[in-house]
C-alpha cells in the first residue's frame, strides 16, 4: 500500500492541506487543520479521486460544520465523510519529576 501524499488545494476559507489515503478500493481525503472549522474527511471509491477531492473542498468552503459529526449526507457521491476535532496543544513550561 501507498504512503498517503499531501496536496495543497485552496478554499473560500484559504489554503488547505488534505492528505491522500488509499485503503483498498476506497480513497479516504483527510483534511485535519483547515482554516476554518474543525478537521473533516471524505472517503470515495478509488476510481474517484478527483471527486473526492473537489468533495473536500466544498466541505471547506462551508460556514460552520459541527465536530464530531457525521456528515455523510451532505456530500454528494460519497461513501462516508465526518469531522473530528482539531488537534490542540498545551503550551507552557515542561515539568520533570522524579519518582523515589
Known amino acids: 500500500m501507498p504512503p498517503p501524499k499531501t496536496v495543497i488545494r485552496y478554499s473560500n476559507h484559504g489554503a488547505i492541506e488534505l492528505?491522500?489515503?488509499r485503503q483498498g478500493g476506497n480513497v479516504q481525503i483527510n483534511c485535519l487543520m483547515p482554516p476554518r472549522g474543525p478537521g473533516f474527511f471524505v472517503v470515495f471509491p478509488?476510481?474517484?479521486?478527483?471527486?473526492a477531492l473537489d468533495a473536500a473542498v466544498e466541505v471547506a468552503n462551508r460556514d460552520s460544520l459541527p465536530e464530531g459529526a457525521n456528515i455523510t449526507d451532505t456530500v454528494p457521491g460519497c461513501l462516508a465523510a465526518g469531522t473530528v476535532a482539531?488537534?490542540?496543544?498545551q503550551l507552557g513550561t515542561p515539568g520533570v519529576r522524579n519518582d523515589e
Do not use: L, V
Not at 482539531?86 to 496543544?89: A, I, L
Open 19 to 21: 492528505q491522500i489515503d
Open 46 to 51: 478509488a476510481d474517484e479521486e478527483s471527486k
Open 86 to 89: 482539531r488537534p490542540t496543544f
